[in-house]
């Protein structure tokens, strides 16, 4: 796994998603982790990349990830003959990561500079997530994300939000207006362990746009009765953890 492995694996489940603007890294010698949060704070992500990057060590942030993910997309990077560095400078006597260099086999470049530490826990102010006990834990199918996003491009106009609750054993979700005039129901799982009878609510789109990303790799979503849902993400790389609070109704 190199750099730029890590690099790509990053930007495919943070910048791609289109609502996740900047991510804190954290790296130790024993463990790097992600930390990032959406504008709007209805999603928190919690990474762990496998491997320890090394490169990583020190506390730093990736903004501007629309720019990230443009470089790293460039046709020129994707052969073997190209490389990701890191490359650090010494502040107060300290060195730290200062920004990525991109360098193809013709020697074409391009650079990115992270985020100093202060200004990345600035930005994100990433709220604390206590943890709760799951009461609903299932792998979710491709069939099922695709009918249910067939059906979120026809009420998402209406509502942007859905519920979930249980009936004898299946996950039923609701979408639609609140006051009924144009709602649909689907199963989305079967055979579920566990209840749930609140009603709350979870936007669609986000929910929809982190389970086609689960669709490549090892996909687990979790929901609490006590209004919260997880969807992991296991890429091979790193493992994702998408919380979204959730909203009452």
Not at 37 to 54: G, N, S
Request: proline share 3%; charged share 20%.
């Amino acid at each position: 796994m190199t750099t730029r492995d890590v690099v790509q694996d990053i930007v495919k489940h943070t910048a791609a998603l289109g609502f996740i603007q900047a991510v804190k890294v954290t790296g130790t010698e024993n463990e790097t982790s992600l930390d990032a949060m959406d504008a709007e704070r209805t999603v928190i992500l919690k990474a762990t990349v496998h491997a320890p990057v090394q490169e990583f060590t020190g506390e730093f942030g990736l903004g501007n990830l629309g720019f990230l993910a443009g470089i790293t997309g460039l046709p020129n990077y994707q052969g073997d003959d190209a490389t990701v560095e890191v490359v650090t400078r010494e502040r107060n006597g300290v060195t730290e990561p200062d920004h990525l260099l991109f360098k193809d086999g013709a020697s074409n470049t391009d650079q990115y500079r992270f985020m100093g530490k202060e200004l990345i826990n600035q930005a994100l102010q990433t709220v604390k997530f206590k943890g709760v006990e799951w009461d609903i834990t299932f792998e979710p199918t491709k069939q099922k994300v695709s009918e249910l996003t067939q059906v979120a491009g026809i009420y998402g106009g209406i509502e942007p939000n859905f519920t979930v609750k249980t009936d004898n054993g299946d996950l039923i979700v609701t979408v639609g207006a609140a006051d009924g005039s144009f709602t649909g129901k689907r199963t989305f799982a079967t055979n579920v362990d566990g209840e749930l009878t609140e009603g709350y609510a979870w936007p669609l789109a986000k929910v929809l746009a982190i389970l086609k990303l689960g669709m490549s790799g090892t996909c687990l979503m979790q929901i609490s009765k006590r209004g919260a849902l997880q969807i992991s993400v296991d890429s091979g790389i790193a493992k994702y953890d998408y919380i979204l609070p959730a909203l009452t109704v």
